[in-house]
Every structure is written in structure tokens, then in C-alpha cells.
């Protein structure tokens, strides 16, 4: 079956620290992949995504994913959180040809000022 | 442009109640989804549908159900509710569906629902 795995359900990090979120998939086809980011009382925004080309990709406020097809990987990094960074964050797959997106379990970010 | 729109924000239901949820897609988009969001669970998709049909389902009893009419609006409909069924129900809408290519999706706020 379809799976998107989130290796770290809680992070905690200070001000400054660099961040890397894990996000493994497994599906043998062809895929979209996505970061999602919900901050406390938001709606789900879109972080960045990737469809083809280039595997490492960039997106809003200094994230960047990078897209590892042999590794079934797609885990977000950003060198230096801020504490307006606290959320919790999801990584989804779209599988083509399914009209839906497999979502992880999200991995809440705490940031310490 | 208007994003994807939810109503109610938040309910209180009674354990064998029914609920019915409504989602606004934005303009133009023509594919509709629903997911159940719950602490631990991640988002767990519920159902698709594209110009009034059904492409998807995901693995919910048949309490859960859901349409959409003709300008792309969408409702789900939960019968007989259980304590179990409290969470955050999330629309998100594209313009050709989820898992197409290059497609991505927009997620409206949600509405809270919880059974008592």
C-alpha cells in the first residue's frame, strides 16, 4: 500500500538552528510531491513542491527540499529557523493517476527564541 | 481570488446526530476533496470528486458520504456520528485533481466538528 512516512513527530530547536525534516514515500510511480505547513489556527499552506526537473527545489520564507528518487525522499532543510517557523508541517504525495495525496503523520516544529 | 471556503467554521453534534459540511471551491477549480484531520493520524483522505463525480475514495465507512454540484460547491455528509468521528475536516480544491500532473491543491480552513 501507499505510504508517506514522517520520521520525527516533534522537533524542538532554538533560534538559528538549521532543520532537516524526513519524508519518505513509497510508490512505484510517477509522483508530485509537497510540503505543507500549518501554523496554529491557519489553513494548510503549500511550502514548496516539486514535479520534475531540478530535485532540489525552493520554496516560501528559505525552505528548500531536496527530491531523491533512488532513496524514495523528499525532506525539507532550511538552514536557519526563526521562531515564527513554530508549526506543524506535512509532506503529501500526489500519486498519479489517483486524484488524491497521501499525507504524513506531520511533524510538529517548536522554535525557542 | 477567493480562496477555498468552509462552513461552518466549528460544530457541536450529539453522538447519532448527522452533520453536513460545505466547501466553496476557488473559481474555476473543478475538483473538490475531503480529508479528516486528526491528532497523530495526519490527514487521512476521505473522497474526490471532479464535475460532479466521484474519481476516489478513501478506506471510511459509508456514514461518510459527499457530492458536488454543478458550479463545483461540495458537501459531506457524516450520518450516525460517533465520538470517534470529532476532527478537523479539510476541503481542498485543483483544478484537475490531485495526483494529475503538476497539479497541486489549495486547502481551505477547515470545520472543526466535534461529537459529544
Known amino acids: 500500500a501507499q505510504s508517506v512516512s514522517q520520521h520525527n513527530h516533534h522537533v524542538i530547536l532554538s533560534e538559528a538552528a538549521s532543520l532537516e525534516l524526513g519524508c519518505n514515500y513509497s510508490?512505484?510511480?510517477?509522483?508530485?510531491l509537497f510540503w505543507y505547513v500549518q501554523y496554529p489556527g491557519q489553513h494548510l499552506q503549500l511550502l514548496l513542491k516539486?514535479?520534475?526537473?531540478?530535485?532540489l527545489v525552493k520554496g516560501i520564507k528559505g525552505f528548500e527540499a531536496e527530491f531523491i528518487k533512488s532513496k524514495f525522499s523528499f525532506n525539507l532543510r532550511k538552514p536557519s529557523v526563526q521562531w515564527s517557523d513554530t508549526a506543524e508541517y506535512f509532506c503529501?504525495?500526489?500519486?498519479?493517476?489517483?486524484?488524491?495525496?497521501?499525507f504524513g503523520t506531520g511533524t510538529r516544529l517548536k522554535v525557542l527564541a | 481570488k477567493a480562496g477555498v471556503t468552509q462552513t461552518p467554521r466549528y460544530l457541536i453534534k450529539t453522538r447519532g446526530q448527522q452533520v453536513t459540511l460545505s466547501c466553496s471551491p476557488i473559481?474555476?477549480?473543478?475538483?473538490v476533496s475531503w480529508y479528516q484531520q486528526t491528532p497523530g493520524q495526519g490527514l487521512q483522505f476521505l473522497f474526490e470528486?471532479?464535475?460532479?463525480?466521484?474519481?476516489n475514495k478513501g478506506n471510511f465507512p459509508g456514514r461518510f458520504s459527499g457530492r458536488q454540484f454543478s458550479n463545483s460547491r461540495s458537501e459531506m455528509n457524516v450520518s450516525t456520528l460517533e465520538l470517534g468521528d470529532s476532527a478537523l475536516y479539510l476541503c481542498?480544491?485543483?483544478?484537475?485533481?490531485?495526483?494529475?500532473?503538476?497539479?497541486?491543491?489549495?486547502f481551505g480552513q477547515g470545520t472543526r466538528l466535534t461529537v459529544v
Open positions: 503529501a504525495v500526489g500519486l498519479s493517476g489517483t486524484y488524491k495525496y497521501i
Open positions: 470528486y471532479f464535475s460532479e463525480t466521484q474519481r
Open positions: 510508490y512505484g510511480g510517477t509522483v508530485n
Open positions: 473559481s474555476g477549480h473543478r475538483s
Open positions: 481542498a480544491s485543483s483544478p484537475t485533481g490531485q495526483g494529475a500532473r503538476n497539479t497541486e491543491a489549495f
Open positions: 516539486y514535479f520534475s526537473g531540478d530535485p
